[in-house]
């Protein structure tokens, strides 16, 4: 999940890398991590997200780096996840 984080990843697909059912493998993950899995790897993809904008990347090559089909989805997912808008959480680090 680390190394291809931009992956359309599904439980699923991350319990068949594994070899587990959906079921047993989502029950385990959030027993370990503490979190379930999908919500680890948006949580994940974010933060890879924030390193991107805070290094210049466009909006447009964060959502592609970090698995997102369209930039409009990856400005929702950040909204939730940062409180605020990609551009806006930009404007925050220049200004500070």
């Not at 409009?72 to 990609?86: E, I, L, M």
Request: glycine share 8%; no cysteine; hydrophobic share 45%.
């Amino acid at each position: 999940m680390h190394d291809r984080a931009n992956a359309p990843w599904t439980v699923a697909s991350l319990a068949k890398e594994v070899g587990l059912s959906r079921t047993v493998f989502a029950a385990r993950f959030t027993q370990l991590v503490g979190e379930p899995p999908l919500g680890y790897l948006t949580r994940l993809r974010m933060q890879k997200a924030a390193t991107l904008l805070r290094e210049g990347a466009t909006l447009a090559k964060a959502s592609h780096l970090t698995g997102y089909a369209s930039e409009a989805s990856f400005s929702h997912a950040f909204r939730q996840w940062a409180g605020v808008t990609p551009g806006a959480w930009r404007k925050k680090l220049v200004t500070g």
